[in-house]
């Protein structure tokens, strides 16, 4: 056990108990990185993945090693000042690179941003500074986030997953999940936008959480679907996690769509246990269904069973703790929710990616050109990978004048939909009256590189669980819950009404609890496993 | 020769006077300022900002939608125009688009003899088919093969206002920009300077035979940046459009672009299909929730606007419409009018002739604002009443004007220290006279051989060597009495 593998609020506490400063607790974590985190993603695409390659976690695109020793210095001064040096002092975190912070690439994970280096800091990063947190870099995800692997960044190697390296991390927070997951920094800042926090949260064996739509603001998040954005910590422990959220939440006067609601104390009310709580378990969420390929229609198929028993186990666990468990929670449009995802996502997507046309930041074609649509096109065919440029077609297609009623305006009411689904079974005056559902995160564990990659349908279909949540705008946090028989994380997820982050967390925290002397709580990651 | 009418629609951009831009803290007037000097990471679009609604772009908003009788409604959205431009950082527009702010309007727009055919005047009702708020794009030069971008405009806000296909002639057209002009002044929301592109208009153009209901295939006329060039330009189309029809030809649906220096029209570009922007909801913004309380707090002290104020001028003071017109061209001259009359409390008829003749160049001549002139309507209306008594002419008072402007005293103040009031002394009048005409032998030989009139020539000398002091009156009656 070294200082990094240590829980956040660990190490403030010894950091404040001046048992240990702010630079050895960095020293650590970089250590921990130089370990096992291998070459950085870069866009040289040529080089060969070496055997080595092939066992390193590659979280990281960008390395600010630099800046972090001067941000760990000032804490260690603070704290030497008697002065008060935040929430989060001394503790190491990564960010993923769809986030801007001053004088940084901020890249997105694409070509036609690599050399972009924003002139100002996104809020969430701000106020982990502010708080005394320590950015060690910027870590890989999906190219403008979309995927759920993270292997179409265009900075190769992609991340590998530290329980097992030739499988995905899950994406698109997949450098967040797996840089926390092998013990590089006890907290990442992620981005959810149909479960990119949760699914690498679950498939790297950490926690994750998306908050409610506006508990956290977006400001300096590069868009992917502004609708359905939340930035969220990924983090080891629920504590960390609620730690992270008291940090990155609450109302920004530059984001008109964070909440100006009081920000509650979490950690306050985190170990008051679930005695009276009801926790909801949905039949619609113990199976996928997915579109025939062929004939369009909706095919369904159970869960793998070692998903939907770590699910019931931990309802036991939590009934026996003085929760009530509720059977049966109808969710019928829990099925719908992809593919409304995947058309509201990609009309927000198309349009937020018009701004990347060469002129003003970023990639410009070195091709001649001798005319204006000319140089769009070669920027924009250079400057994007396979899955923005899909997105784009897609977004066209179905925002277009004489499709939009049929596709778009569609799924803005299947939506609708979604979110009443949650709001019934909340309703303190309805039938179900829950606190929380119970789910599973995802329909499998990590699967193997290159396996789904390619298949973007396929790939959505990883999301399933997840992207009810996003439609909803409720918060959603992942936890992890045990292997699978091939030694790979299992993720559960429990989702609650608007702004009751406080109650997930308490019933997040009452689960580890139960759980904490468990024999698979001791197993480490494939990439510790030899120091 | 058949008889055609033009159809005439008119799509504005006003560019609303507020302190900052619609969705970020930049100044929202960059006039002065060098290309790309105000600017920030929101107006120009960069990764990951944000747009936040600036409150006064709506407030504005919303007394322009009450002036024109259009219907606010209470919860409208924000929408995305999606097209590619460089100027336009994002690549999309935030405008409105379905559920805009407000909903229909008209404006009762008055004719006047000079601007009708027949010399008549008349109404011309004309309906608003759209008012929605946005934010401007920035600003694209080209030089040789090069384009220069500006983005200092990006983010200036603005309200579209496009009216029906109402407009009939010309002059009606640009009728309609001097009474929004003047409308937009008299709210404060606009300088709705065209020159400065604060108020820009582009005018939709076709003609049918008289008495026909269908419409023809219209042509938009773009980059007209005056009220004489917007009346010159369509008069201009008109006549095009009926050579074309008259020579058998079919109007196409074209954008033209006015070319100032040449007063010519020249084809931008076809308009086969209409642009698709996939609209979609604005997903960084909340709607606009317009509360009957922010409505009455922005309706609170909404003022009698220009057209009702000027028929009222006429009603209530008896004043011709020509003054009517002058005195509620601009709403700080039709306040301080309306002061003095009330301070005066004479003839209406008198202020106003003081106002138009000798104050209005004063203001113009020296650039003045009538609310904060120190000739303010209480000391235009303390002359006035002097010049009544008889303690000052018509003149001094007159020269009062500047000299009241000039040091701020009261005009009764000046007079004393002056000694500007009249001489009625009938000794003191009595010898200047007897000089005059001692002076004047031959006038006077004149003048008793018959030639009266010349008495008009001896008061003005008298009152030349008393500078204008001299009861007129009395100084001709004791001529009139030497002379006999």
Partial sequence: ?531 | MTDYEAIIGLETHIQLNTTTKVFCSCKADSWFAPPNTNICPVCCGLPGVLPVLNKAVVEKAVLLAHAMNAEIRPLSYFDRKNYFYPDLPKGYQISQFDQSLAKGGYLDLPVPASASPDKKAYTRRVSIWKLHIEEDAGKTKTAGNRRFIDFNRCGVPLVEMVTGPDLRTADEAAQYLIRLRQLLRWLGISEADMEKAHLRCDANVSIRVRGETKFNPKTEIKNVNSIDAVRDAIAKEIDRQIREVEAGNRIQAWTLEWDEDSGTLKKMRSKETEADYRYFREPDLLPIRMSEDWKNQILSDFPELPLARRARFIEQYNLPEYDADILTSERKLSDYFENTVRAYGGDPKKVSNWLMNDVLRMINDQGLNPEEMKLTSAALAEILKLVDKGTININTGKSLLQKVQDSGKSPDQIVADEGLGLVSDDGAIRAVCEEVLAESPNEVASYKAGKVTLIGWFVGSVMKKMRGKADASLARQILEELLK
């Fill in chain 1, 1 to 531: 056990m070294e200082l990094c593998d240590l829980t956040a609020l660990e190490l403030t506490k010894m950091l404040r108990k001046k048992e240990v400063s702010a630079v050895e607790i960095l020293q650590s974590s970089l250590d921990r990185i130089a370990k096992v985190d291998g070459r950085p993603g870069s866009l040289d695409h040529t080089t060969e993945l070496t055997e080595e390659d092939k066992q390193k976690v590659h979280a990281f695109i960008t390395r600010t090693d630099e800046i972090a020793l001067i941000q760990a210095q000032e804490v260690d001064r603070k704290i030497s000042a008697g002065e008060d040096p935040g929430l989060l002092a001394g503790v190491p975190f990564s960010v993923k690179d769809i986030f801007c912070v001053k004088d940084t690439c901020s890249t997105a994970a694409s070509k036609i941003l690599a050399n972009f280096k924003a002139p100002y800091t996104a809020t969430p990063v701000e106020r982990m500074l502010q708080a005394g947190a320590v950015m060690v870099g910027k870590v890989n995800l999906d190219e403008f986030t979309y995927g759920s692997s993270n292997e179409s960044s265009a900075f190769q190697p992609s991340p590998r997953n530290p329980w097992k390296t030739d499988r995905v991390p899950g994406g698109s927070s997949g450098g967040s999940a797996a840089s926390v997951g092998a013990g590089e920094v006890p907290l990442s800042l992620g981005t959810d936008t149909a479960g990119s926090i949760r699914q690498p949260a679950a498939f790297c064996g950490v926690v994750g959480v998306k908050p409610t739509y506006g508990r956290v603001s977006r400001y300096g998040l590069i868009a992917f679907a502004s609708s359905l954005d939340c930035p969220g910590p990924v983090a080891r422990t629920v504590s960390d996690a609620a730690a992270m959220l008291q940090v990155i939440g609450g109302a920004d006067p530059h984001d008109a769509t964070a909440s100006p609601l009081d920000m509650p104390d979490y950690l306050s009310t985190i170990e008051d246990g679930v005695k009276g709580m009801r926790i909801g378990l949905s039949p619609d969420y113990f199976r996928i269904t997915y579109p025939d390929p062929k004939t369009g229609d909706l095919l369904s198929q159970p869960l793998p069973a070692e998903i939907e028993n770590a699910v019931r186990s931990a309802a036991e666990k939590l009934a026996a703790m003085g929760a009530e468990i509720i059977e049966d929670v109808p969710m019928p449009n829990t099925r719908f929710g992809i593919p409304a995802y995947f058309v509201i996502s990609r009309v927000e997507a198309a349009s937020n990616l018009h701004r990347y046309d060469g002129v003003k930041y970023g990639l410009r074609t070195q091709q001649s050109f001798n005319d204006l649509n000319k140089m769009y096109r070669f920027t924009r065919n250079e400057g994007f990978g396979l899955q923005p440029k899909l997105r784009i077609l897609m977004g066209m297609y179905v925002s277009a004048a004489q499709y939009s009623e049929q596709y778009y305006r569609r799924a803005l009411r299947v939506r609708t939909l979604i979110r009443r689904d949650f709001e019934a079974v909340y309703d303190p005056r309805g039938k179900y009256r829950l606190d929380a559902l119970l789910t599973p995160t995802t329909p499998t564990t990590a699967f193997e590189m290159a396996a789904v990659y390619g298949n973007s349908v396929l790939m959505q279909y990883a999301d399933q669980l997840t992207v009810p949540a996003n439609h909803a705008g409720i918060p959603g946090i992942s936890l992890p819950a045990g292997f699978d028989a091939s030694g790979l994380p299992i993720g559960i997820q429990l989702l609650g009404a608007d702004f009751t982050e406080s109650t997930l967390f308490r019933i997040g925290r009452a689960f580890e609890k139960a759980t904490e002397t468990e024999s698979w709580r001791q197993v480490k990651p494939q990439v510790l496993q030899d120091f």
